[in-house]
């Protein structure tokens, strides 16, 4: 394992989980649809009165909306007959306006009361939703709170964002919109369809006739976008992948003088994206127009037949406009109802992966009736401890180590040793397999993590800081400090003077990533946060080889500082650093192979030897005259 979890990369967060925007898009299948379906649909079960309440909104408002031509017929019908009796020539023919206007007032109400129920609809929908992910994000937040480091190391920060913010949007969208259109327009289809029978069977079997071209048409071009679709994805995954990469190390391809190279693949893949973009929608595009010359070819024929119907007064002339206003209504819900399928496979897909965290291993449980330390003093054991990140690949057999309280422990060996593997167990981040970790003589699985973590003080390589004050971030570990609190802190930690020197001093906003200050002052910053809290035990990751040597000498001073009288742990990286620990670890495949003093480890020639030679050959004088 490495030492460094801070070396993934996130991945991009833009793979193809928006909506597909028309028919034949290739969407992601979910691996058990029925199965994540139900799971899905128990988010919705208390709201179930309200769904109740929506259907019925919908079923209203597409009930009236579709009323709506065949009175808009009755008015055509009054006002056929009008015309034709003064073509006639029958005495006292007249156009009864009286009777369309009220025709018009009855449609206007029609409307009306539809836009009411579809805005309930919408506004129960919306309710519901937001309520729904509501819960959903708070189950998901939650789990990730109870979830394991190993969980975090072996999926990338970019995987687990995707999950909690792309795939539960897509869920919404899908919750907000499709769900509410898929009713809407399968009871726009049954209405349409009932009307239409009413009016005419006849002219209504020409229709459902016509039904098989358009499921041909649809097959025909999805198969032929659905590549290309696919190809567009993949590209423009790989386009977001390039983006954050060049955002994220634009310093170092300035440095490098590779601005033309990751140019020059910028456009590579711009140009493979526009290919299959614009073939993809090209193809694809090809559905809408061959539709409506289907729907044109049915409307020729409905119009024939309906002109023959109403010459033999089998039907009026307002029922043949309102039945081809239906005819041109009926392909729009059977559009929307596939488009939305399409979709669906894509949300329960997203809903799958966001199940799938719901679904890890959680950290073992706290005990009921976990012990507390009320004052610890910081004394340490390793008892026979055994652990391995895979059960066939052992990492750490039979450690024993014992640390009195005030000691320094320097941790030293190679990338991948191990050397972080110790603060993850000491921190129950992961759990040792075989043996025992004692704090004070009190085994830690016997305390509540929370207690255990407050009664150690972190000190990383990789500083954190977050988008707050200066004041703030220092507080962060004491949450009741008060200001001379702050400012002692501040003060030991050689930090006070700079803070004092930036415009709104301990009040200074820090940007994203803190970029606003440099990196040897986020570290001075993280080093009084330390202090403030004021932890028994101290785990420190050397976090000087990024700094000038003024602000280094700062830093070992606030780090003596924050060391005097407590229990510390030093993942040393610099050996130099470490020649006054009270006790080196060297660690070498999960193993202590050796451990003593810095003069120890030098006289006995070993491996901590080799390894102290090989990083300062070129400074033995100046050890020399150190030592």
Known sequence: ???????????????????????????????????????????????????????????????????????????????????????????????????????????????????????????????????????????????????????FDSHTHGDILSRVTNDIDNISNTLQQSATQLITSLITLIGIVIMMLIISPVMTLILVITLPLYGLVTRVVAKHSQKYFARQQRTLGELNGHIEEIYTGHKIIKAFSREEKSIERFEGINENLYEAGLRAFFISGVIMPLMNFINNIGFIFISVVGGILAIRNAVVIGDVQAFIQYSKQFTQPIVQTANIANILQATIASAERVFEILDETEEIPDKEDSKVIDMPRGEVAFQDVKFSYKKEEPLIEDMNIDIRQGQ???????????????????????????????????????????????????????????????????????????????????????????????????????????????????????????????????ILDEATSSVDTRTEIYIQKAMQALMKGKTSFVIAHRLSTIRDADLILVINEGSIIEKGTHDELLAREGFYADLYNSQFAGRRKEHYMLS
């Open 1 to 151: 394992m490495k030492d460094n979890k801070g070396d993934k990369q996130a991945v991009h967060m833009g793979r193809g989980r928006g909506r597909g925007p028309v028919m034949g898009m290739a969407l992601e299948k979910p691996k058990d649809f029925k199965g994540t379906s139900r799971r899905l649909l128990a988010y919705l079960k208390p709201f179930n009165l309200h769904l109740v309440i929506v259907v019925i909104a919908s079923i209203l408002s597409t009930v009236f909306a579709t009323l709506g031509p065949r009175v808009m017929g009755r008015a055509i019908t009054k006002l056929y007959e009008g015309v034709k009796q003064k073509i006639q020539g029958v005495a006292g023919a007249s156009i009864d306006f009286d009777y369309i206007l009220k025709i018009l007032i009855i449609l206007g109400i029609l409307y009306v009361i539809s836009a009411i129920f579809s805005y309930i609809q919408q506004l129960i929908m919306a309710t519901v939703t937001q309520k729904t992910m509501y819960n959903m994000r708070r189950d998901v937040n939650d789990k990730l709170f109870r979830l394991p480091l190993k969980f």
């Open 408 to 538: 320094t422990i320097a941790i030293v060996g190679p990338t991948g040793a191990g050397k972080t593997t110790i603060v993850n167990l000491l921190m129950r981040f992961y759990e040792i397999e075989e043996g025992k970790i004692t704090v004070d003589g009190v085994d830690i699985r016997d305390l509540s993590r929370g207690h255990l973590r407050n009664i150690f003080g972190m000190v990383l390589q990789d500083t954190w800081l977050f988008n707050g004050t200066i004041r703030e971030n220092i507080a962060y570990g004491k949450q009741d400090a008060t200001e001379e609190e702050i400012i002692r802190a501040s003060k030991a930690a050689h930090a006070d003077y700079f803070i004092r020197r930036l415009p709104d001093g301990y009040d200074t906003m820090l940007s994203e990533e803190a970029s606003n200050i440099s990196q040897g002052q986020k570290q001075l910053l993280t080093i009084a946060r330390a202090i403030l809290a004021n932890p028994a035990i101290l």
